[in-house]
Nanobody
Framework: QVQLVESGGGLVQAGGSLRLSCAAS????????VGWFRQAPGKEREFVAA????????YYADSVKGRFTISRDNAKATVYLQMNSLKPEDTAVYYC?????????????????WGQGTQVTVSS
């Protein structure tokens, strides 16, 4: 079992940056593929980025490609989401999620463990 805790959300102006952290406990996070998802009010949860277990291979939604970067520090059992050039449409609750193994997915239902979420608000 893996427990995930997100942090780093907040209020930022358009064009600004934030770095989200997803701290894992319970088991080594290196064997898990970790994804970031977000959910805006009245919308479905959507895929943002993922990083495969045991590698630095990453995947991004088209809407964030070139602006967001996902990375992991296995020694700290933490996965990061660096968000630059933020836009008002990035406003959402951001969740990290994990699934065991190196097969990645953009479907939220394929992830077994979830954090509680952190709010990101981008003002125009």
């Amino acid at each position: 079992q893996v427990q995930l805790v997100e942090s780093g959300g907040g209020l930022v102006q358009a064009g600004g940056s934030l770095r989200l952290s997803c701290a894992a406990s319970g088991r080594s996070v290196s064997g898990y593929t970790v994804g970031w998802f977000r959910q805006a009010p009245g919308k479905e949860r959507e895929f943002v980025a993922a990083i495969r277990a045991g590698s630095t291979i990453t995947y991004y939604a088209d809407s964030v490609k070139g602006r967001f970067t996902i990375s992991r520090d296995n020694a700290k059992a933490t996965v990061y989401l660096q968000m630059n050039s933020l836009k008002p449409e990035d406003t959402a609750v951001y969740y990290c999620a994990a699934r065991y193994g190196s097969t990645w997915s953009r479907r939220s239902t394929d992830y077994d463990y979830w954090g509680q979420g952190t709010q990101v608000t981008v003002s125009s």
